[in-house]
């Protein structure tokens, strides 16, 4: 676990969140209890009003508000949540999309680009990678079955190991992992073409890419949050965040 000096600031890093319904947000708690087992401040980042932020009367660009927002962090982590807007990526919806939120989507972009310019790190977890590939001008595959693959959407099995994960061996996570190689799986979507500045770090065993890298970027399709009670090398994103 980390540990603080005597006077030294906690690191502040943003954790940003979707909506549960049309009258909620929310969020697991395990992105905040990670940090927090490691001596860092979480700060929750909702979706800006993109609509408001947008309108001839605003004072306040989306951009600026991203802007300012990551002036105050440390560093960010892109949390999972709904399928991400296909026309994003250039396709028409896919039969089996399921909810979208593009204001989302939008808010997350800018929170994106604010933190590649500030040089602050960005873990991005499961929806969090996918969106994170689309901005750098990745695809997806809008559902993993219907493309060919084994059914990855395991939402009644979150607590559990799922499936084993390769790494390949110039991987940053995959070193911190030591060795820990089965994880959980809650995702019906996953990265399709790499996005520029990333390259993939890890795969399942039916070749779906599960983890990213790049200069201040780690993506990780696997929901760690929901793992590292049990199994503490599952910490290793938000340690890296952290550092």
């Known amino acids: 676990m980390a540990t603080v000096d005597q006077g030294e600031e906690l690191k502040r890093i943003g954790i940003t969140f979707g909506r549960q319904n049309d009258h909620r947000y929310g969020i697991h708690v395990g992105y905040s209890d990670a940090l927090s087992k490691l001596n860092a401040l979480s700060i929750l980042v909702s979706a800006a009003p993109t609509n408001l932020l947008e309108s001839p009367e605003s ?21 999972g949540g709904w399928d991400v807007d296909p026309a994003l990526y250039g396709q028409d919806p896919h039969p089996k999309l399921e909810t979208i939120d593009p204001q989302r989507d939008r808010f997350e972009m800018a929170m994106i680009e604010a933190a590649l310019s500030s040089s ?37 099995q979150e607590y559990d190991l799922a499936h084993a994960i390769r ?29 520029k500045d990333v390259h993939p770090v890890a795969y399942s065993p039916d070749g779906v890419i599960e983890a990213i890298e790049g200069n201040n970027l780690m993506g990780i399709q696997w929901h760690p949050e ?9 910490l290793a994103g938000f340690e890296w965040v952290v550092s």
């Open 120 to 156: 602050k790190k960005i873990l991005a977890i499961c929806r969090g990678m996918q969106i994170l590939n689309v901005f750098l001008g990745g695809s997806l595959y809008q559902d993993l079955v219907s493309a060919g693959f084994h059914d990855h959407s395991k939402p009644k």
């Open 167 to 195: 790494f390949e061996s110039n991987s940053e996570l995959g070193s911190q992992m030591k060795g820990a190689e089965m994880v959980n799986t809650l995702h019906h979507q996953a990265v399709k073409d790499v996005g």
């Open 59 to 79: 004072e306040i660009t989306l951009s600026e508000y991203a802007r300012s927002t990551m002036d105050q962090l440390d560093g960010l982590i892109i949390s």
């Open 226 to 234: 929901r793992l590292f009670q049990r199994d503490d090398r599952h």
